[in-house]
T-cell receptor, first 114, second 114 residues
Framework: GDSVTQMEGPVTLSEEAFLTINCTYT??????LFWYVQYPGEGLQLLLKATKADDKGSNKGFEATYRKETTSFHLEKGSVQVSDSAVYFCALSDAGAGSYQLTFGKGTKLSVIP | GAGVSQSPSNKVTEKGKDVELRCDPI?????LYWYRQSLGQGLEFLIYFQGNSAPDKSGLPSDRFSAERTGGSVSTLTIQRTQQEDSAVYLC????????????FGPGTRLTVL
């Protein structure tokens, strides 16, 4: 079945540091890929998505590129802020294979210190 | 506009009791999903509904779990004879259609089984 593997946390960075959170996937079909974010005390929010190979999703300074050849969708941000402290989830849906639900990675907790 | 709402926000129950959790999706969204989030298992898919089609129940962990969606809108997740391992945050999400793959999440119901 489909699965998502993302780097274990927690990750602690200083403000303005560069962020990478690795995500790789296995899927039966041609999935859509997502990053969701959960801020402290809040619900899951879509951060960005990509639906086909080489697409780049971007939002709030975060970027991720759909790499079919390496089955990866790594999340990056050039300069993190304290307000980026949250749990980040990589996810996929595999509609082409008839699987419309999201399959999530375990989540990576990011803490940004001033 | 109004997002996905869930009630109650917190529910504490005794082992063996039945509980009902409610989800109101975004108006006009035809697809509705239930997930649960627990420390040990991460985010797991439970069930989804698309319009008047038969629901996909493939993620339900046991026959103690059931869900219905009335009138293509509000959904209720029922857990019978609750067990301590059912303690988790239950999340509801909706999307415009099954194929419109961006899912919007509610704030969740935190269930604690004593």
């Amino acid at each position: 079945g489909d699965s998502v593997t993302q780097m274990e946390g927690p990750v602690t960075l200083s403000e303005e540091a560069f962020l990478t959170i690795n995500c790789t996937y296995t899927a039966t079909g041609y999935p859509s890929l997502f990053w969701y974010v959960q801020y402290p005390g809040e619900g899951l929010q879509l951060l960005l998505k990509a639906t086909k190979a080489d697409d780049k999703g971007s939002n709030k300074g975060f970027e991720a590129t759909y790499r079919k050849e390496t089955t990866s969708f790594h999340l990056e941000k050039g300069s993190v802020q304290v307000s980026d402290s949250a749990v980040y989830f990589c996810a996929l849906s595999d509609a082409g294979a008839g699987s419309y639900q999201l399959t999530f990675g375990k989540g990576t907790k990011l803490s940004v210190i001033p | 506009g109004a997002g996905v709402s869930q009630s109650p926000s917190n529910k504490v129950t005794e082992k063996g009791k039945d509980v009902e959790l409610r989800c109101d999706p975004i108006s006009g969204h035809t697809a509705l999903y239930w997930y649960r989030q627990s420390l040990g298992q991460g985010l797991e898919f439970l069930i989804y509904f698309q319009g008047n089609s038969a629901p996909d129940k493939s993620g339900l962990p046991s026959d103690r779990f059931s869900a219905e969606r009335t009138g293509g809108s509000v959904s209720t997740l029922t857990i019978q004879r609750t067990q301590q391992e059912d303690s988790a945050v239950y999340l509801c999400a909706s999307s415009l259609t099954r194929a419109a793959d961006t899912q919007y999440f509610g704030p969740g119901t935190r269930l604690t089984v004593l």
